[in-house]
């Protein structure tokens, strides 16, 4: 008979190898292939630096992005669809602050079918004038109904807290700007920047030798260079911490506390990883423990750091009821200062510690979450010792230099604040 | 094709392992054949308040995430309205760990009352943020007994009435608990890189001396048929005008559940379907529409749910699905029509098979339903429908006194 009072024997997570990717240098662009996996399919990804920070008016990337998939010289929207789907292909577009993505997911057998539609659509996408409409049209539905929800509108008001209104990192999209945005200025954008000659390919999935000369002759031919412009923004935060915004009828506060950061480049970067983990970063965090699993203020309460390229954000996010909205900021103070006084309990380091190990080996398992992986060190210019620094910082790291993290990031007097709800809770002490 | 081994323990558990040898995880997957449809109309909510209350401890783990984060693990589960479904996964090497959890509070829940309280707020909390404080965050509250009057469907699985969680108690919870949680009403799957042999020995030795339990027989009341159409109309604080229409469909196992399933692929699945050519891009009636269906392993719903262009009425939207979908018998889909659906659904099943965790639980829904080799046979029953299927299917669904409609009109200032 089991003992069942003891728990069972484990083993730690001590190393965990990141498969070194294979470039292709043949020519341009630059093609990447992680050959992994069991299922015979493709994802063949690329990345464009055409994020928000290259538009020269607000929705610009968002809308290129978007629309690219709506016609070419070649195509009408429907045909490309119709083309597409008949495949099973599934064609995916992304767009972040810094980065704009498509991506193709298909069998490999239907790839010969499936590549000369992506490629057309990243050399010759015509953004017809009825689909473009049509688009911003729908669009500015969907942004309507985003506006009443008090997640989005706390998520877009601390992003101009901590970036600056004025910078393409904090702007707040505005109704207006669905009205003012061009095709043109859709066009303009495409032509700079999505640029296959510096574009990043990254292919996933069971790679055949055959895939490869299809995608390395067909991307290679294709690739022409842009001419390259400079884009500067000005990062300034606001010069007030505390903000309300009212929202009606809110049953629910949406709550977000945080700082503006550094990006995955700086030193500290790493370490403040495994703090973040401790303070709210998984379900057994000091955050959650308190606020959800000991008080019952919230469904859900945790931070999180976002790494940009220039800059970052580290930030608290929860919603809770309208009743205990500074009761809940409150305790987020509170867990601040218990890091920057006490130092954290070995047995709760040593949890986390195999808890992120464990998160990591899940993250790089298949061909896909490889090129995830991959694509962070590409975008930072990094090479795969960054994961391998990872897992020395996490197995190595002591209590007190999170202490010491956490008196030099997680001070309370220097946090940004927010609250979206109906009602004002007014200042709590810090 | 996902290959696996099945045997059943004394007390009644059946266990299937399935083998992956490309990962360096394992997961372990353990469903429940209880869900929101099993709970009483005076206590609803219950199946998934439960949930919460299996993460709070049992007789030999306080807390039960800490030593699961310990070894590398992590774990999440889901309530609906047929299953409790809860899973983990964690370094294949670690796998005892996620046996001796899973099997405690299998064996013994620790009922404590701070517990109880703590996740009665949570969920309160939950139902808020979902179900209130969302634009358009009520509608299934609203359609569900709309559309079912006696059938446990009516209500959704986070209950129909938030005061029945605030008013559970510690014997409701406890008498839910030897009521459904028993070996002998479940189906555990581990699969990733790990043995048969290791397999068959942990399940004995953690699930094993676990007792079977006296799970009463479901009797549940049929939904009668619908006679008459129905709708209800509500004003809320929304910018946009919303319809959601809803048909009576066949259950899980039902030998049309597949046709009624292309049916919706044919009408809404990508942007060369019928509903994105002709609702959205040709006739612009609405910004967004989509067709879809339930999957309950009752009787359930086809679902047709848009949001309405500036200018447009309800009667003209709802118009135009009618349209659409008599249009599925008038004008039916052609061959290739039907081929890109079907093509879209093995793309579909491959990419689903590239994850371990969501083969696990492929594995275990269909062992509940009856036989876990129903995994492999999904692609060959979308295969086998034909053209005169999709017709006779729609038109024994898509019949006006079978629907009820919900109009959600935008509330004007």
Not at chain 1, 100 to 112: M, P
Not at chain 2, 137 to 158: E, F, K, N, Q, S
Request: glycine letters at 6%; charged letters at 25%; a negative charge.
């Amino acid at each position: 008979m089991i003992d069942r009072s003891i728990a069972p024997e484990f083993k730690e997570i001590r190393n965990i190898l990141f498969p070194e990717p294979e470039k292709r240098l043949a020519g341009r662009p630059d093609i990447w292939y992680i050959n992994a996996g069991t299922q015979d399919v493709l994802k063949i990804e690329c990345l464009f630096f055409a994020g928000t920070r290259f538009e020269h008016k607000p929705l610009a990337a968002f809308a290129t992005n978007s629309t690219l998939k709506e016609g070419t010289g070649k195509m009408s929207s429907g045909e490309i669809a119709e083309r597409l789907d008949f495949y099973g292909a599934f064609l995916e577009n992304e767009h972040t602050k810094d980065t704009a993505s498509i991506t193709l997911y298909c069998l490999n057998k239907h790839l010969a079918s499936c590549l000369p539609i992506l490629i057309d659509m990243l050399t010759d996408a015509a953004f017809p004038e009825k689909e473009f409409d049509l688009f911003m049209k729908n669009n500015l539905q969907k942004f309507l109904v985003n506006r009443e929800r008090v997640d989005y509108l706390a998520r877009v008001g601390f992003n101009e807290m901590i970036f600056g209104s004025d910078s393409k990192y904090g702007y707040a999209i505005k109704e207006e700007d669905y009205k003012s945005l061009k095709r043109e200025d859709v066009i303009s954008l495409y032509k700079n920047r999505y640029d296959l000659s510096t574009a990043v390919i990254i292919v996933s999935g069971k790679i055949r030798e055959q895939d490869r000369l299809q995608l390395e002759s067909q991307f290679h031919a294709a690739a022409v260079t842009a001419k390259k412009e400079t884009h500067e923004q000005t990062l300034t935060p606001f010069e007030t911490k505390r903000r309300f915004i009212h929202k009606e009828g809110a049953v629910q506060s949406a709550i977000r506390v945080g700082i503006p950061l550094f990006n995955r480049r700086h030193p500290d970067y790493l370490p403040m990883l495994v703090l973040n983990t401790i303070f709210g970063g998984y379900f057994g965090s000091r955050l959650m423990a308190n606020i959800r699993e000991d008080k019952g203020y919230t469904y859900g309460v945790g931070s999180g750091i976002n790494s940009l390229h220039q800059g970052g954000v580290f930030f608290i996010s929860t919603e809770v009821g309208v009743d205990v909205t500074a009761a809940a900021l409150n305790e987020i103070y509170f867990e601040m200062r218990r890091l920057r006084e006490q130092h954290v309990p070995q047995n709760e380091l040593d949890l986390v510690k195999n808890y992120m190990l464990g998160v990591f080996l899940r993250s790089m398992d298949g061909p896909f979450a490889l090129s995830e992986k991959l694509k962070t060190l590409i975008e930072y210019g990094l090479d795969a010792s960054y994961y391998q620094k990872f897992i020395e910082t996490v197995n190595t790291i002591t209590a007190d230099e999170i202490h010491k993290l956490a008196n030099r990031y997680l001070d309370p007097a220097a946090m940004y604040e927010l609250v979206v709800g109906s009602v004002d809770p007014g200042e709590v002490k810090r | 094709m996902i290959g696996f081994t099945r045997f059943t323990l004394d007390n009644g558990l059946r266990v299937i392992f399935h083998e992956d040898r490309s990962t360096p995880l394992a997961c372990l997957n353990i469903i429940y054949d209880v869900g929101a449809r099993d709970e009483d109309s005076n206590r609803t909510g219950f199946a998934h308040l439960f949930e919460h209350l299996m993460f709070g401890g049992s007789a030999n783990v306080p807390v039960f995430d800490e030593p699961l984060q310990r070894v590398g693990g992590e774990n999440n589960a889901f309530t609906n309205n047929d299953v409790t479904n809860y899973y983990i996964t964690l370094p294949a090497e670690n796998l005892e760990t996620a046996f001796w959890l899973e099997s405690d509070r299998l064996l013994q829940l620790a009922f404590s009352d701070k517990s109880l309280e703590v996740q009665r707020n949570v969920v309160i909390e939950e139902f808020r943020q979902r179900y209130l404080n969302q634009p358009y965050g009520d509608v299934w509250l609203l359609l569900r007994p709309l559309a079912y009057t006696v059938h446990p469907y009516r209500w959704p699985t986070i209950g129909k009435d938030i005061t029945h969680i605030e008013k559970a108690t510690m014997d409701d919870v406890k008498e839910f608990f030897y009521k459904f949680y028993a070996p002998n009403n479940a189906v555990l799957v581990i699969a990733g890189n790990t043995d048969l042999h290791t397999v068959r020995k942990l399940a004995e030795e953690w699930f094993g001396p676990i007792e079977n339990r006296n799970v009463p027989k479901r009797k549940l009341p049929p939904e009668p048929e619908q006679k008459t159409k129905r709708s209800l109309l509500v004003e809320r604080n929304v910018p946009v005008d919303a319809i959601y229409k809803v048909w009576h469909m066949c259950a899980r196992m039902d030998p049309d559940y597949h046709t009624t399933d292309l049916l919706s692929d044919v009408l809404s699945n990508g942007r060369s379907s019928r509903f994105y050519t002709s609702l959205i891009k040709e006739k612009k009636l609405f910004s967004e529409v989509h067709a879809y269906i339930s999957g309950d392993m009752d009787k359930g719903l086809f679902t047709v749910s848009g949001k309405l262009s500036p200018g447009v009425s309800f009667e003209a939207a709802e118009a135009g699905i009618d349209e659409e979908l008599q249009k599925m018998i008038s004008s039916p889909p052609s061959e290739s029509e039907l081929q890109k659906v079907k093509n879209k659904v093995e793309s579909v099943h491959v990419f689903g098979e590239t994850s371990v965790l969501n083969k696990a639980m492929n594995l275990a829904f269909a062992e509940l339903m009856g036989d876990a080799s129903l995994v492999n046979l999904e692609v060959e029953k979308y295969n086998k429908v034909r053209i005169e299927d999709l017709t006779r299917v729609a038109a024994e669904i898509f019949r006006n006194e079978n629907s009820s409609v919900l109009y959600y009109k935008a509330k004007t200032a």
